[in-house]
């Protein structure tokens, strides 16, 4: 009876254009299926939604199934709800915590013999390794370690991630969600996801599989990301240039690979920008610093 009152309640403050925060007032709180109407409804203040998804986040597989319940994928109302769906993942991804993580994981990975749909490499793709790379953590080993012990979900990710290469190549689908399947890619071992990635780095691509793979070739550990990273700094646009000096800047060797950059004239630096430069300036490491302000002042 009591949930019986509380969706009526909540589905009067909608019909009268109020939102979460009104119904929240009344006590009660709305199911998962709630949520997620509330999410999709265009009546609905597009602010005060993504505020809801970052308040669903303790929550956030619930609200993921709601979302995708019956959801076909590659019609329109695939693509309509996309965006709520990354939201959601992604709020709840940054907060790092384990559970959370592995009950998104459970909802977003396809079943042993089934494809991998679009909206599932928005949760995996864009929303995990996304938001873990975000938060400043290395999301392969950070997977690893959260799937460890579930034998099941740890092959369902692997064969995700294999089945990722065709959704990234694919050219029917959508830019955004193929840079969500490179992401994806770049959790497999180094020695096939590095050729992979650095093959969507050439010229003649859209800026969205160039920013797909330079995101994915930086949260790889490996010595050979540096030079694939600055491979296309000439034809890279002012976003992916960004996103080439975030991924050298995330460890030193790297750093040191961005100096000799500078030094060799690939990149000259006022290309940097004020806050890169600043960063390189004020570098931890007293070599590096010391390098940095010689090049940055010359």
């Known amino acids: 009876m009591r949930t019986a009152i509380c969706i009526c309640l909540f589905t009067a403050v909608l019909l009268a254009g109020g939102s979460y925060s009104s119904f929240a007032q009344t006590g009660d709180e709305p199911s998962a299926e709630d949520i997620a109407r509330q999410l999709l409804d265009e009546d609905v203040v597009e602010e005060e ?77 864009g929303g995990i390794v996304n938001g873990l790379s975000r938060e400043g953590h290395w999301p392969r080993p950070r997977i690893r370690e959260i799937l460890a012990g579930h034998p099941q979900m740890e092959s369902r990710w692997q064969r995700a991630v294999e089945r990722s290469y065709e959704v990234a190549e694919d050219p029917d689908i959508p830019y955004p969600w193929r840079y969500d399947a490179l992401r994806l890619i770049a959790m497999d071992e180094p020695g096939q996801s590095i050729p992979e990635l650095h093959s969507y780095l050439q ?68 290309e940097l920008g004020e806050e890169h430069a600043e960063e390189l300036k004020n570098h931890e490491n007293p070599e590096l610093r010391k ?7 010359s």
């Open 49 to 125: 939604r993504r505020a809801l998804a970052g308040e669903q986040a303790g929550r956030a597989a619930e609200v993921l199934r709601a979302l995708t319940r019956d959801l076909e994928s590659g019609t329109d109302e695939e693509a309509r709800r996309i965006p709520w769906i990354w939201r959601v993942s992604i709020e709840a991804t940054g907060r790092n915590d384990a559970e959370q993580i592995r009950r998104l994981a459970e909802v977003g990975l396809p079943e042993r013999d089934e494809p991998l749909l679009n909206w599932q490499v928005v949760v995996l793709g």
């Open 203 to 270: 010229p003649n691509l859209d800026y969205h599989l160039h920013m797909g793979a330079i995101s994915g070739l930086s949260d790889i550990r490996s010595p050979d990301v540096a030079g694939l990273l600055l491979s296309g700094w000439s034809y890279y646009n002012e976003q992916n240039r960004n996103l080439v000096l975030e991924g050298l800047l995330r460890t030193e060797r790297r750093t040191r690979a961005l100096l000799d950059a500078m030094e060799e004239g690939t990149l000259r630096p006022d």
């Open 291 to 297: 390098r940095a302000k010689q090049l940055l002042s």
